[in-house]
Structure formats: C-alpha cells, structure tokens
C-alpha cells in the first residue's frame, strides 16, 4: 500500500513536461489521474531505461511495458511517462484508496468528493483486493481516454454497479449521483438543489429499465445510453470528473 509521497524538488511542470511528451492538453485536463501522476514524473532520458531494470524492484511487478502495449491503446513511450509517474506516486507499486480521495480532496476542495473517489477506486480495482496496480490503472485509463463507445459504456456500467452483482439498481444509481454533486460542491452554475440528482435518476431509470423489473441489466444500460442523446451527454459526466 502506498501514501502520497512528498513532492520532490525539481520536478517539471507539467505544462513544460507535456511539450516534450504525447499526451494531450484534453487528455490532461480531463483527467485528473493523469495531471497527478505526469505532474510526478521524470523528464530525465535514462529513466526509460531504468523503468524497464525497476520494474523488478517494486514491491508488486507489474507486466512487462511490451505486454501492457499489446493490451492497451497507449504508446511504450506513455506507458513509460505513467509508470514514472506511478513509482513516484507510490513506490510499493500499488495505489489505495486514500490515496484516490486525497487527490480528488486537491482538485476538489470546494467539495466533499471522497465518496465519489471511494466509488472510482472500487471501479479501477477490478480484483477487489483493495488496491490498485499499475496494470489496474492503464488498463483502466485506456479504455476512458480512448476506448470504444461501447467499451466506456461496459466500463460506467461497472462504476453504477457498485456491489458488482450485474445490475443497477435506483439506490446504487443515486448513489454515484450524489457523490458526483458532493464532490462539485458550489462550483455548478446555476447552483443545483438537493432533489436534482434524485430527479435525474428517476428521469434516467424510467428510460432505461425497458422491462419494469427494478433494476438496469448491462443490455438496457447499453442500449438505452447509444440511443438517447440526453443520457449520453449526462453520462459523459463522469468521465469529465476522472
């Protein structure tokens, strides 16, 4: 398990670091996963190689950057600036969740978005073993920043699923709603009233549990959101507070 680390002087700006690497001012500003952890790395030309001898060195090794290339949609040079970013991060290799509110606690002060980051960190621990690996959080990422529409779909379904039995339910849906609107706090305009994310779902849920039955299969959810523009601009949501 890892703790935030202290910021170590000398660091690169990320707005500097990002001229001389390949992720996008979009890619940055969308996530804040990635603007913490390129914030923490290295622009140094001979960590690529230390990288690949380190990899060893951590507590928990995480696959080879060949193989991590081969399953996701992210370059060796980016799986590099993010495995450099993730050691420093958290050297032991793993990332827990308090790790996860307090980044969300920085980019959110106006807010309370440690249940929100509760809900996310369950979503990348897709072995629920209460930690994060790097191969947890760049399959993840690859999937959010460039996967297909169905597969970030698959992936919100996952995240509304909160106790993974293959449904959503009402409850679990506002739930994830009002942690969103926790954690934005006061910085909405207009400013929301309390009963809007329980509107909102009772708005979405009649629209997707087609049969009545009380709860959302990943079909329903699926279908629902590629054929209504109003949902699937709401459902980006999410992605826009990653």
């Given amino acids: 398990m890892c703790t935030p680390t202290k910021r170590v002087q000398g660091r690169q700006d990320p ?25 923490w790395a290295s622009p140094n030309p001979k960590d690529s190689v230390e990288d690949e001898l380190e990899l ?31 050691k420093n991060e958290c050297p032991s290799g793993v990332v827990n969740e308090d790790t996860f509110k307090d980044i969300y606690a920085q980019f959110f002060p106006q807010g309370d978005a440690s249940t929100y980051a509760h809900f996310l960190f369950n979503a990348f621990d897709t072995d629920h073993n209460g930690s994060v690996s790097f191969e947890d959080f760049v399959m993840g990422l690859s999937i959010l920043l460039r996967g297909t529409v169905q597969e970030k779909l698959i992936w919100a379904f996952n995240l509304y699923d909160i106790n993974k039995d293959g449904y959503i339910t009402k409850e679990e849906m506002l739930d994830i709603m009002k942690a969103i609107y926790d954690m934005m706090g006061k910085c909405t305009y207009p400013v929301l009233k309390e009963e809007t994310p329980r509107q909102h779902v009772e708005v979405f849920f009649q629209k997707m549990d087609k049969n009545k039955d009380g709860v959302v299969t990943i079909d329903e959810f699926i279908d629902c959101c590629q054929n209504d523009e109003n949902i699937m601009r709401s459902m980006h949501l999410f992605e826009n507070v990653l």
């Fill in 15 to 39: 707005q500097n670091f990002r001229k001389h690497h390949c992720f996008s001012k979009k890619v940055l500003l969308n996530c804040w996963l990635v603007r913490r952890i390129i914030a």
């Fill in 56 to 86: 060893s060195a951590v507590r928990h090794r995480p696959e080879g950057l060949e193989q991590l290339e081969a399953q996701t949609r992210f370059s060796r040079k980016e799986l590099q600036i993010l495995y450099r970013g993730f």
